[in-house]
């Protein structure tokens, strides 16, 4: 019980973290090893068990990456207001329908045109291990929540 308590609020400051960032940058493995970057729309999508969710299109260079490797980072940050999160986690690709239609908001249009209808679209499941943050300008110690997943 405790424990689920612990996630429960680990997983609301998390929300609270990153509630106004639209975009985080989400790095892969590549087969050669090299870490490979690339910005993600961010629609304010954390589930209560604290897993991620970004929309993708499921014949991307970056899918391949994750079923090869799911290790991922996730980046958000807030340079104005100094807060800066990385999130440690695997991945991996969704195509249920059931899914996709629940997690869809007409934003996701600029990147996915015929919307629901779109026949490559895919969502990734970000599942988190270990989140490190700073969030206070005079303090550069990083502070953590890990086993922000377990049980889950």
């Known amino acids: 019980m405790t424990i689920s308590t612990n996630r429960n609020q680990q997983v609301q400051q998390l929300k609270e973290l990153i509630a106004d960032m639209d975009y985080a940058m989400l790095t892969t493995v590549d087969d050669d090893g090299s870490l490979h970057s690339r910005p993600m729309y961010f629609n304010g999508d954390i589930d209560a068990e604290g897993t991620l969710w970004f929309f993708t299109s499921a014949s991307s260079h970056k899918v391949l990456e994750i079923e090869h490797r799911q290790q991922v980072n996730v980046n958000f ?22 899914k996709i239609q629940a997690r869809w908001k007409s934003e996701l249009e600029t990147w996915f045109p015929q919307g629901l209808d779109e026949p490559d679209i895919a969502l990734l499941q970000v599942n988190i291990k270990r989140v490190d943050y700073w969030d206070d300008p005079s303090n550069f110690y990083a502070k953590s929540m890990s086993g922000l997943a377990q049980n889950i």
């Open 77 to 98: 940050s807030s340079p104005n207001q100094q807060r800066f999160i990385s999130i440690s986690a695997t991945a991996e690709l969704v195509k249920e329908r059931q």
